[in-house]
């Protein structure tokens, strides 16, 4: 990442075959990168035109599977209407330009990696290595274990897209449990003590402890707890009383494990693939400090996925104040009721009509992307979900399209003209 301070081009506006907007150039390196250019975050594409990432999650030939029904509503229709994968790919990134969408967002069908269309990959490193995002588990990032299996999906992954010039990055996870939340009330301390006393994790734990307690008296005075060494701290499970101390103890350790977990992740993905973004880890719309700091130096661009009315300009602003990095919203989206579907299920509160979407849309961008650090934004998701709702439940009206493959053209048509302006408003004009 390098700092340059540059004159606009004067030329005819326009955006070259990448998506990048021809009125404002970097430093052409034949890969994606991130520069900042007077005084702003930009993405810089391969040719070296600044790029605003506008991209659109789940872009799937099959959509999602519904466990009531089982099968896959959309997947019947795409089978039927466009025969095959290669097909429904072709047409369905000829509409994402039409309404000037220029990104590829995760969890998309690999056949949109090959329509000439800039593209992100989720490696989901730490849920195939332990994590679960439904159940909120982490893994054990100091583990051998860990650090295979992180090595072993990077070469799997990465090495084979090394050299492609319309791949933007990695995500490295999608919305980790990085502390208490939805999913569970424990600290990652107190998962890691719940870790097999042998395990690497409960060691760095208690070596961890032994390096801020001078003795077994002063660590049982701040937890409120009772051992005799801290030997014994091997057949403890859960902290009783969690003191104001303990949950200080739990924000320290939570860095020492966010550390340890970028660190290997970048490892593994520069190992295999020096050329490519590194897109952090996708915040399920909260990101400690800790975390953050753990973070900084091991990726290019942090991911934080937001379902307010309004981006979270203090939280992003603290975020960017810590790390130094550009920021990407890759997850936002507004619902309505008069979808016909029930939007009981899933992250945010629906609004009444397709017309709330698209002034919510574009209030949301148009706010975003005033911010100087904010390189892109990421809508969720290409079709709505069931009605009968997806794996999790959630059946909400989040998508472009219908389960009938028809765009929402109230919110299809106003996403047209806003991402028209997106790099204009970045800028300032």
């Given amino acids: 990442m390098v700092e340059v301070m540059i004159s606009l081009l004067i030329c005819a506006g326009g955006y070259d075959r990448f998506g ?46 519904c466990p009531a029904l089982g099968y896959s509503p959309y997947g019947r229709v795409s089978e039927e209407r466009y025969g095959n994968a290669e097909t429904w790919a072709k047409t369905t990134v000829e509409r994402l330009r039409s309404w000037n969408f220029n990104t590829i967002g995760a969890w998309s069908s690999s056949a949109t990696f090959h329509q000439e269309m800039p593209y992100t990959v989720m490696l989901n490193l730490g849920a195939r290595a332990g994590a679960s995002w439904t159940k909120g588990t ?18 799997r992954e990465c090495e ?7 791949l933007i990055g990695y995500f490295t996870d999608n919305e980790l449990r990085w502390g208490p939340d939805w999913r569970s009330p424990k600290t990652l301390l107190e998962d890691y003590l719940s870790l097999p006393s042998d395990s690497p994790g409960r060691k760095k734990l208690i070596d961890f402890i032994k390096e801020h307690y001078e003795s077994v ?35 320290h350790f939570l860095k020492v494990i966010a550390e340890r977990y970028f660190e290997v992740c970048e490892e ?60 990407m919203i890759t997850e936002f989206s507004f619902k309505a009721m008069d979808s016909g579907l029930p939007n009981t299920r899933g992250a945010g509160q629906p609004v009444q009509t397709q017309k709330d979407r698209a002034d919510c849309f574009e209030r949301y961008v148009t706010k975003l992307m005033k911010l100087p650090f904010v390189v892109g934004y990421h809508w969720f998701e290409y079709v709505d979900e069931p009605a009968q709702g997806r794996f999790d439940g959630e059946n909400s009206n989040y998508g472009l399209v219908n389960i009938k493959d028809e765009p929402w053209e109230t919110l299809t048509e106003r996403m047209r003209s806003v991402n028209a302006t997106a790099e204009e408003i970045h800028l300032g004009r």
């Fill in 268 to 327: 593994a993905i520069r190992r295999y693939d020096p050329n490519h973004l590194i897109l952090g880890c996708r915040f399920a719309g909260y990101a400690p400090s800790p975390v953050i700091e753990g973070m900084t130096g091991h990726v290019d661009v942090v991911s934080f996925n937001n379902y307010d009315f309004e981006p979270p300009v203090v939280k992003l602003n603290e975020i960017y104040d810590i790390t130094g990095v550009p920021i």
């Fill in 138 to 155: 982490f893994p054990d990032v100091f583990s051998r274990e860990f650090s295979n299996a992180v090595n072993e999906i990077a070469e």
């Fill in 20 to 65: 990048g907007w021809t009125e404002l150039k970097g430093e052409p390196t034949g890969f994606f990168h991130v520069e900042r250019i007077n005084g702003k975050w930009w993405l810089v594409d391969p040719e070296g035109n600044v790029f605003i990432s506008k991209g659109v999650n789940h872009v799937s030939f099959t959509a999602d599977h």
């Fill in 217 to 251: 008296d002063e660590l049982n005075r701040a937890w409120g707890i009772q051992i005799n060494s801290f030997e014994e701290l091997a057949s403890i499970s859960k902290v009783p009383n969690r003191s104001e101390r303990f949950f200080i103890d739990s924000l």
């Fill in 160 to 166: 084979k897209r090394s050299d492609d010039p319309y």
